[in-house]
């Protein structure tokens, strides 16, 4: 299809009829017609004797790209009624010939394409996006959650910014972002619907204020921006790819903001002492508790040979963000999605909540169906609620951490549901029939993969906030 409108374009800039070309090469004017119209595909010598004819070399006219913005829309209507979209819509096709006006080709080949998008957009259902989502935590579980090329690069990318351990600071971020072609903006008015903007021509990423409270997330949003360029990211094209962009972004700056060269040593002889604790790694390298046990799944089993759990989990007891490589059983839907399942009662994820004290790290021994675990909780309060976040190792590992001396211990059988979740027999008997509760609507854990170029992002917003910010 390209080499006939390659061929068309070359004869209409010679000015030649295709009598007149079919004289020069000895050709039928319908077997060129049909060849410019990619129904034909023409001999090697016709073809080298068509090129002489109009003054090109072979190579000019075997050129994949299509020879002018008209030719380029005609190939795409052609391809597009090719494909099995169409096909499956039972219309009749139009021929891009000639005769089509430009406005007409033009608004026929945007329609293929937003028909193309959006069938695309419909993979992208919460049970798919769950099911995306649930592929990538098995496949992180598979590894201990450990990627020695992102370790590597962070590595690399902080030590040459001038960072010599501790915490990474704001500067030494802004110094990493310089080496790269960036300079880093702080602006009151981001699209709501974007946490950074990158704008690639000027060499510019867009945070929010800096005085917003709890501002050490914005060295972590600086770096996801960054990752995103480092790491060489494309415009996703499905959910489990915008889902796969965002761990490695996310795991990039976890490791920038906490390198492994400093980590390792440093938990090493914490765990040497038996006085490990997410708290001290936390503070030595100022980010949030979430944060540090976060990097803790990174080096724990791969570093220092334990394994272990993560969760968030939410005050009314359903799991925000979840991993396990110690065997502990993740309360799961069919799909084998955690997010959004309601953890057991009896764990230190929720019996946590119920203390006085909350300042420091709550510690309990849980014996489940799967063995007995040591857990570690924090609970905090966010803009979304209260949260817990908890460390857990098994039984055999509790020797190396502080609080391992706790007394608390419960014991979980679900998903028994004679374990926490059914009600007692007596209650049960004197309220069923009696209660009437309205339910709180859940917020969607994965929406669906919304509109626009980029996942949950209004672009048109974007582009608005870029063109007034751009220099
Ligand atoms: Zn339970």
């Given at each position: ?20 070309l ?13 060849i410019?119209n ?11 004797s068509?090129?002489?004819a ?6 000019e ?24 979209l ?5 219309l ?14 033009e608004?026929?080949?945007g329609?293929?394409d937003?028909?193309?998008r ?16 649930t ?18 690069l962070?590595?690399?990318l902080v030590?040459g910014?001038?960072?010599a ?5 704001h ?18 008015d ?12 000027n ?18 949003l ?19 790819e ?5 761990v490695?972004?996310?795991?990039f ?7 492994q060269?400093e980590?390792?040593p ?15 790694f936390?503070?030595a ?13 990174n080096?724990?089993?791969v ?6 759990h ?25 799909t ?11 764990w ?26 040591w ?19 098994p ?18 059988t679900c ?15 004197r ?37 007034r910010h751009?220099?």
């Amino acid at each position: 299809m390209t080499l006939g409108r390659r061929v068309r374009h070359a004869r209409a800039t010679a000015g030649l009829t295709l009598d007149r070309l079919g004289e020069q090469v000895d050709a039928a004017p319908s077997l060129l017609s049909l060849i410019e119209n990619g129904r034909r595909e023409p001999k090697l010598s016709l073809l080298r004797s068509i090129a002489a004819a109009l003054g090109l070399s072979l190579n000019e006219l075997l050129d994949p790209e299509p020879p002018s913005r008209r030719a380029a829309l005609e190939i795409a209507l052609d391809r597009a009624q090719r494909g099995p979209l169409f096909a499956g819509l039972g219309l009749p096709a139009v021929k891009p010939s000639q005769k089509l006006a430009t406005p007409v080709l033009e608004q026929l080949v945007g329609l293929h394409d937003e028909l193309a998008r959006r069938a695309e957009e419909a993979i992208a259902t919460p049970e798919e996006a769950r099911r995306a989502n649930t592929e990538l935590r098995l496949e992180r579980q598979a590894r201990d959650n450990y990627f020695p090329q992102f370790e590597q690069l962070a590595e690399e990318l902080v030590r040459g910014a001038g960072y010599a351990g501790g915490a990474l600071t704001h500067r030494t971020v802004a110094v990493l972002a310089e080496r790269l072609g960036f300079t880093i903006l702080h602006v009151n008015d981001l699209p709501r619907s974007a946490r950074t903007v990158t704008d690639l021509r000027n060499g510019r990423i867009y945070l929010p204020p800096a005085s917003v409270p709890g501002g050490h997330g914005l060295r972590s949003l600086a770096l996801q921006a960054i990752a995103h360029r480092v790491l060489e990211h494309e415009r996703p094209r499905s959910y489990a790819e915008f889902l796969r962009q965002r761990v490695e972004i996310t795991y990039f700056a976890a490791a920038c903001l906490v390198p492994q060269s400093e980590a390792v040593p440093f938990l090493e002889e914490r765990k040497r002492e038996k006085d490990l604790a997410v708290e001290d790694f936390r503070d030595a390298f100022g980010v949030t508790h979430e944060a540090a046990a976060m990097r803790l799944t990174n080096l724990a089993t791969v570093k220092l040979g334990i394994p272990l759990h993560f969760l968030r989990v939410g005050d009314d007891g359903a799991l925000f963000r979840g991993y396990e490589n110690d065997g502990l059983r993740l309360p799961q839907d069919p799909t084998g999605a955690i997010e959004g399942q309601l953890v057991c009662r009896r764990w230190a994820a929720r019996e946590a909540f119920d203390r006085r004290d909350v300042a420091t790290e709550y510690y309990q021994y849980t014996d489940t169906p799967t063995g007995t675990y040591w857990c570690s909780t924090q609970t905090g309060s966010g803009g979304t609620g209260s949260f817990s976040i908890t460390v857990g190792v098994p039984y055999a590992h509790a020797k190396w951490f502080r609080g391992r001396d706790t007394r608390v211990r419960r014991t979980s059988t679900c998903p028994d549901p004679a374990c926490c979740s059914r009600p007692a027999p007596e209650l049960a008997e004197r309220w069923s029939g009696a209660a009437w509760p309205s339910a709180r609507m859940h917020q969607q854990v994965l929406a669906a993969l919304p509109r626009g170029a980029f996942p949950g992002v209004d672009d048109a917003e974007v582009y608005a906030f870029l063109e007034r910010h751009a220099p």
